[in-house]
């Protein structure tokens, strides 16, 4: 606290000292200052202390930023392989399918059959050789 705003309490306090008091009764000038002595380190190893706690804090945070970061990289890698892996089922499992209707209707090895090929945002349908008539 600089003497300048101590002692421009002090005369405000002593210009009118009961407008200056609070819901209580006691002297605001008092009470700030009280507040001022306890909140506001006064030395210079005090103002070195709350300094490097709040290095450390921030610290800590930034810290917990990374992880928190880290968690979440390593989440959307843990969906994305997941799925991967359901649609390289499906997959397989609409390709056999389609091989097996195939080969019912258009009798062994006389057309190839139609493959889909499924990614996370988009698929591939193509039928092999086809002319585009039927597909």
């Known amino acids: 606290m600089e003497f300048s705003d101590f002692f421009d309490m002090?005369?405000?306090?002593?210009?009118?000292?009961?407008?200056?008091?609070?819901?209580k009764g006691r002297p605001k000038f008092?009470?700030?200052l009280i507040d001022l002595i306890i909140r506001t380190p006064q030395t210079d190893v005090e103002d070195k202390?709350?300094?490097?706690?709040?290095?450390?804090?921030?610290?800590?945070?930034?810290?917990k930023k990374k992880k928190l970061q880290q968690d979440k990289k390593d989440q959307r890698d843990a969906l994305n392989a997941t799925v991967n892996n359901e649609l390289s089922e499906v997959q397989h499992s609409l390709n056999?399918?389609?091989?097996?209707?195939?080969?019912?209707?258009?009798?062994s090895n006389?057309?190839?059959?139609?493959?889909?090929?499924l990614k996370p945002k988009e698929y591939n349908f193509e039928t092999i050789n086809d002319q585009g008539t039927g597909t």
């Not at 306090?13 to 819901?23: A, F, I, Q, R, V």
């Not at 709040?54 to 945070?61: A, P, R, S, T």
């Open 10 to 23: 002090l005369w405000t306090y002593l210009g009118d000292p009961d407008e200056s008091k609070d819901n």
């Open 30 to 32: 008092f009470c700030h």
């Open 49 to 63: 202390k709350a300094e490097l706690k709040q290095l450390e804090d921030e610290n800590k945070n930034y810290q």
């Open 96 to 107: 056999t399918k389609m091989a097996s209707l195939n080969e019912q209707v258009c009798g």
């Open 110 to 117: 006389s057309f190839q059959p139609p493959r889909i090929e």
